[in-house]
């Protein structure tokens, strides 16, 4: 009985020294294959890293040449705009000229052409002035223009200068004579209006021809 049980013994423990090696085993193999696994991860992670760009390949000399580009098309369309803006200026320079001429020469056209009715009226008093014999009817024709004349002359702003009997006035008088007095408050005074003056508002526009008492 001792026999077997020592042998019983002896197998045991070589079952657990077989164990222990094959434990010893398995820890290597995992310690060997773990090695492998770290280092492909740390490929993966190399992998996973940003990589930077150099500033002279190729794809950055296009976007500057890009840039270029979009620079002189805008430079281009600005000088377009500036062309077109001179030539636009040029016109509206010549045609205010243009107007500015216009408007010299046909200042006066509204004034003539509002004067036009009296020629019309002078022109019917000559043709009646031929057909008939009372004279006091052309007269007073006449008078009617002459009338409706001064109304117009006042409506546009002009008015007579008063010379008559008034003391010389070098801005309102041209002194075309002297004539002897023998009133003495007249001396000085105008006697006589050759011709009359005329303001338009209060601007002389004609002086008046006038002879002076002396």
Same mark, same amino acid.
């Given at each position: 009985?001792?026999?077997?049980?020592?042998?019983?013994?002896?197998?045991?423990?070589?079952?657990?020294?077989?164990?222990?090696?094959?434990?010893?085993?398995?820890?290597?193999?995992?310690?060997?294959?773990?090695?492998?696994?770290?280092?492909? =991860?740390?490929?993966?992670?190399?992998?996973?890293?940003?990589?930077?760009?150099?500033?002279?390949?190729?794809?950055?000399?296009?976007?500057?040449?890009?840039?270029?580009?979009?620079?002189?098309?805008?430079?281009?369309?600005?000088?377009?705009?500036?062309?077109?803006? =001179?030539?636009?200026?040029?016109?509206?320079?010549?045609?205010?000229?243009?107007?500015?001429?216009?408007?010299?020469?046909?200042?006066?056209?509204?004034?003539?052409?509002?004067?036009?009715?009296?020629?019309?009226?002078?022109?019917?008093?000559?043709?009646?002035?031929?057909?008939?014999?009372?004279?006091?009817?052309?007269?007073?024709?006449?008078?009617?223009?002459?009338?409706?004349?001064?109304?117009?002359?006042?409506?546009?702003?002009? =008015?007579?200068?008063?010379?008559?009997?008034?003391?010389?006035?070098?801005?309102?008088?041209?002194?075309?004579?002297?004539?002897?007095?023998?009133?003495?408050?007249?001396?000085?005074?105008?006697?006589?209006?050759?011709?009359?003056?005329?303001?338009?508002?209060?601007?002389?526009?004609?002086? =008046?021809?006038?002879?002076?008492?002396?």
């Amino acid at each position: 009985m001792s026999k077997k049980k020592s042998s019983l013994r002896e197998e045991g423990k070589h079952t657990e020294k077989g164990q222990e090696f094959d434990n010893k085993e398995d820890n290597v193999n995992t310690e060997s294959a773990d090695p492998g696994a770290a280092g492909v =991860s740390a490929a993966a992670d190399q992998e996973e890293q940003p990589v930077a760009v150099d500033e002279d390949e190729p794809g950055t000399a296009d976007k500057v040449v890009s840039s270029e580009e979009i620079l002189e098309e805008k430079l281009a369309e600005m000088q377009d705009k500036y062309i077109r803006l =001179s030539a636009e200026f040029d016109n509206y320079r010549k045609r205010t000229l243009r107007e500015k001429m216009d408007l010299t020469k046909f200042a006066s056209e509204n004034v003539l052409l509002k004067i036009l009715p009296f020629m019309d009226d002078f022109e019917r008093a000559l043709v009646n002035m031929e057909n008939t014999r009372d004279h006091n009817a052309v007269k007073e024709g006449i008078d009617l223009i002459y009338a409706k004349f001064l109304d117009f002359l006042k409506q546009n702003g002009v =008015s007579e200068v008063e010379a008559l009997d008034t003391p010389f006035n070098i801005d309102l008088h041209d002194a075309v004579g002297k004539m002897p007095v023998e009133d003495k408050n007249r001396k000085g005074r105008v006697v006589e209006v050759i011709q009359k003056g005329y303001y338009l508002l209060d601007k002389v526009i004609r002086h =008046s021809k006038v002879i002076v008492g002396e």
